[in-house]
């Protein structure tokens, strides 16, 4: 049957609603935009009647959420993102399209409902974390004491020289491994990740590297990570001892290893958005022939909320582990955040 005359409570909901609401017929022509989609088009809701995505917003948009389109008068409903670039400013949506159940448009066709919500300010936001992440790496890799990120016990991060005092052959080796398999102490009835609980900023614990064999003393400072409580640990030994373990040509982190270490990223151990970038921009200068492959987790989202993000980060590390175990040793590998990997 056509569409009759929506009921009062729906326009009370979608009139005053932030998010954006259409209703698109079997052509994909509007039937009817609330006031924020009617914003986002820059047209009354009458002048709107009718039109399409492609009038509206442009072509690359209308492709975009085509196939979703689709599959929604298959009766399936989709979800995705989406991204307008504009001369002046861009905005990206995480939008969702369902059928209009138990409705047809005019030809006696399946109408449907699209829905999205502005995430704009979130992906400027990721930006500006992941900048702020990368300086943070770049800034760590410069000074000579270790200094590494544990929270509930596992190592998040760590720069090249507390790898060399833990006794890491790599960086990928630390990440997602519990702080007490390289420093112990000497009361062996407590453990380094008990004797952080509690730890005031700056107060010294006298540990022991257990594959170095060497005194390690440890300087803890709370911080938070992604809202749980974490700790900053800055790592020093005697001076004689790091010299003798500064690392050399044959150790897993070199000099090189080091420049190399600002392109890594330090939950996955691959290639980080510059270093990918990088490399990737390496093949097209040198003309030589790639595929690349995009892999998004779905419902990644739902990991972290339920089972906490250390929970989540451990199962970013373990696709990367995959990664690397099933694809060739020429295959650059990313983790370009927003979980995803390519």
Request: charged share 25%; glycine share 8%.
């Amino acid at each position: 049957m056509p569409i009759p005359p929506l009921n009062d409570w729906f326009y009370c909901l979608t009139d005053n609603s932030p998010f954006f609401f259409a209703i698109l017929d079997s052509s994909d022509r509007y039937v009817y935009a609330n006031p924020r989609y009617c914003e986002l088009a820059g047209l009354s809701a009458v002048s709107l009647k009718g039109l399409s995505d492609t009038d509206t917003l442009g072509d690359a948009f209308y492709q975009a959420v085509r196939p979703h389109y689709d599959q929604a008068r298959r009766g399936d409903g989709a979800e995705g993102e989406v991204v307008i670039a504009g001369e002046y400013h861009s905005s990206s949506f995480h939008f969702s399209v369902v059928p209009l159940k138990n409705y047809t448009d005019e030809q006696g066709k399946p109408c449907v409902i699209f829905h999205a919500v502005d995430t704009s300010e979130r992906q400027i936001l990721a930006s500006a974390l992941e900048e702020a992440d990368e300086k943070y790496h770049r800034l760590s890799s410069l000074i000579d004491d270790g200094c590494c990120v544990v929270e509930d016990g596992c190592i998040l991060s760590a720069n090249p020289a507390a790898a060399t005092l833990l006794g890491a052959v790599s960086l990928e080796d630390l990440v997602g491994e519990p702080i007490d398999h390289y420093l112990s102490l000497g009361d062996k009835s407590h453990s380094v990740t008990d004797r952080l609980i509690g730890r005031k900023s700056g107060e010294r614990i006298d540990t022991w590297s257990v594959k170095r064999d060497v005194p390690v003393s440890v300087y803890s400072s709370p911080i938070h990570v992604l809202g749980k409580q974490a700790n900053m640990l800055r790592l020093n030994a005697p001076d004689t001892e790091v010299r003798r373990l500064k690392p050399t040509q044959h150790d897993g982190i070199s000099k090189v290893g080091e420049q190399q270490w600002a392109n890594i990223d330090a939950l996955t151990g691959l290639y980080n958005r510059y270093g990918f970038s990088s490399e990737l921009d390496k093949l097209i200068r040198a003309q030589t022939p790639l595929a690349m492959l995009y892999l998004d987790v779905d419902n990644f989202k739902n990991i972290n909320d339920s089972l906490g993000h250390h929970v989540g980060d451990r199962v970013l590390q373990d696709i990367a582990q995959r990664l690397r175990a099933l694809l060739s040793a020429d295959t650059i590998i990313g983790h370009l955040g927003g979980m995803s990997l390519r």
